[in-house]
């Protein structure tokens, strides 16, 4: 399922890497290449990747009681 959803978010590795390289990379520097809000919407949707789905699995949690 991570790879659908990641599939679904970035639509290629290429887009997938790019955000990988921008979330080690200062925004200072992205700032100064003139990619400062590419980087901030990579980001955005690198954490949502990651997060979504163990927040949804807490939810699930949650539902059944454990």
Known sequence: MYF???WLLFRN???F???IVFWFKPEMWSLFEG???DDIY???KL???F???IGLIHFEMQL???
């Open 17 to 19: 890497w790019e955000a």
């Open 35 to 37: 990619r400062y809000w």
């Open 42 to 44: 990579a980001e955005m």
């Open 13 to 15: 590795w290429t887009n």
């Open 64 to 66: 059944l009681g454990f």
């Open 51 to 53: 997060f979504a789905p």
């Open 4 to 6: 659908v959803w990641g």
């Open 47 to 49: 954490a949502l990747w």
